[in-house]
């Protein structure tokens, strides 16, 4: 957290100053932190991670995979291959950030757009103050100095969104012709902002899970396999990056299980059958698909659209995240979203749905 009255005094002194936040990391660490508006993820130095070790290794740590930084370590660009998720405290408001721990990284913590938007960040540039947002939507302010301007550019090598490469090879492998095949791929690479490699999310509704029985539970968790450990800390990774998950305090614990899946990944679904012995029934869904196709007439081509992890897209009320409570090494998590394995989770999308598509 940022000390103002030491700030002020050292400007007066001449003392160079990082062109961003005192912040706080867990309970006894601080660290200049740059802000930098342009980077797409947060990153600390491998160096300042090392010498803080024995304070930073409890805190959870993934794998990395396919990702480089450029523009901040001196060279071309580096390879990073560890990442971090840090308890972050600027101003009196803490949140969970993943920070790439980055090799020869020039300054000792970045904070990027992911760590902004975390914080509902704003920041003044013509009076060089920085606002956060706690859980109450009040917004604390605090001043930082932004005289030393370097760059710095961080991105992943693997892109979220789908290349003119990759939309020609689907569309190849269907069996139209020629002809309505350039024809579906010129309808695709115009509409090529709605293919995407990771969910999207529903913005105008959230679902809300309504108990018979509101008494905590515990269950004990299922153990993961030796060859699937390392898959699912990385799945576990990637939920917490996509905001599917969140760390938590919750008295609700269901078991997790590991389901692997063709490409031999896996799916971690909620053994959920506490919460939904306990939970109300909801009978909203689709149609039966003949009631569907006894509406198509006059059709010329027919064809699916696949939504990416489609529950992961509705949103969950916060006052319901409560009781889809996991654990993971130790540490407890909930979801964000609707998660695999909830008997409600077709009723949730099919009235996110409606919304969007404009269904009465």
Known sequence: MLDERKTEENRGAGIPQ???????????TQVDALIDTGAKISCISELWYIKNANHLNKFPM????NTQVSGCTGEKSVRVKRQILLPITVVKVTKQINFLIVPGLTKACIL?????????????????????QDDDGIALRISYDSREGEQV????VANIDISLDEIEA???????DIESQNKLIQVCVKHREYFRKVPGRFRSYEYEIHMKNDEPFAIKSYP???????????????MLEYGVIERAKTPFINPLVAVAKKDNTV???????????????DHDGPEEIDQVLRQCNNIGVMSTLDLRSSFWQVPLAKSSRKYTGFLHQGR?????VVPFGLKVASAALNRAAEGVLNIR
């Open 18 to 28: 990082c062109s961003g936040l005192r912040i706080a990391v867990g309970e006894s």
């Open 62 to 65: 993934f794998p990395v995979v």
């Open 112 to 132: 990027g757009i992911d760590a902004l938007k975390a914080f509902n960040s704003i920041i003044n540039v013509r009076d060089d103050t920085f606002y956060a």
């Open 153 to 156: 550019t961080c991105h992943t």
């Open 170 to 176: 689907k569309v190849r492998q269907t069996e139209l």
């Open 224 to 238: 993961v396999p030796i060859k699937y450990r390392e898959q699912v800390s990385r799945e576990i990774y990637r």
């Open 267 to 281: 799916r971690l679904c909620l053994d959920a059958r506490q919460i939904n012995d306990r939970m109300l029934e």
């Open 332 to 336: 407890t998590y909930q979801f964000t």
